[in-house]
């Protein structure tokens, strides 16, 4: 019967075992490097694109009637998302950009207008609005309570008056 010996391995296995290890990790690692930047390319692009239509729906189409420049189709805003897109490579903030178009088309481009000088009636209007016809409400409530208590003030019958409107009543029962 032949018995298996367990041979220790030898110190030239196993530096052979860490050296094709060592390749393979290498070799694992310089691919992962050259397929990440495709992944990062293509994940910046999308990136890139919803900044872009981010920006796009701030701002109000020139030529259409209540559209942003996200969802118009009108040449100058594929124009405008294409300049939004070349301002947002080279750095530019949103802010930057966003004040780009203002300087260029005034605040009118602006979907939500600026909250400062006249356009700060367009923010308080609706909440004036509100407090005053809650407060023409309320008065015109109290108006009508005193009035209603007046009535019925003024409207108290005497006892003298309702026996005499009885003593009607009774007659022309009983003359018909």
């Not at 005193?146 to 309702?162: I, T, Y």
């Amino acid at each position: 019967m032949i018995l298996a010996s367990h041979a220790r391995p030898t110190a030239r296995t196993v530096g052979t075992w860490l050296l094709a290890f060592a390749a393979l990790t290498t070799f694992a690692s310089g691919w992962a490097q050259v397929a990440a930047p495709e992944a990062g390319r293509a994940g910046t692009a999308v990136e890139l694109e919803a900044r872009v239509f981010d920006i796009a729906r701030q701002l109000r189409c020139p030529t259409c009637v209540s559209e942003s420049v996200a969802d118009s189709n009108a040449n100058i805003s594929i124009e405008m998302r294409r300049q939004i897109q070349s301002q947002l490579v080279a750095g530019a903030s949103e802010a930057e950009i966003l004040g780009f178009f203002q300087e260029r088309y005034g605040d009118w481009i602006l979907l939500e207008p600026p909250r400062r000088g006249i356009h700060l009636l367009v923010w308080w209007l609706p909440g004036i609005a509100l407090v005053a016809g809650a407060g023409g409400l309320a008065l015109l409530m109290v108006r009508w309570t005193r009035a209603g208590r007046r009535a019925d003030a003024e409207g108290s019958v005497e006892d003298g008056d309702l026996a005499r409107v009885r003593a009607a009543l009774e007659q022309e029962e009983a003359s018909t």
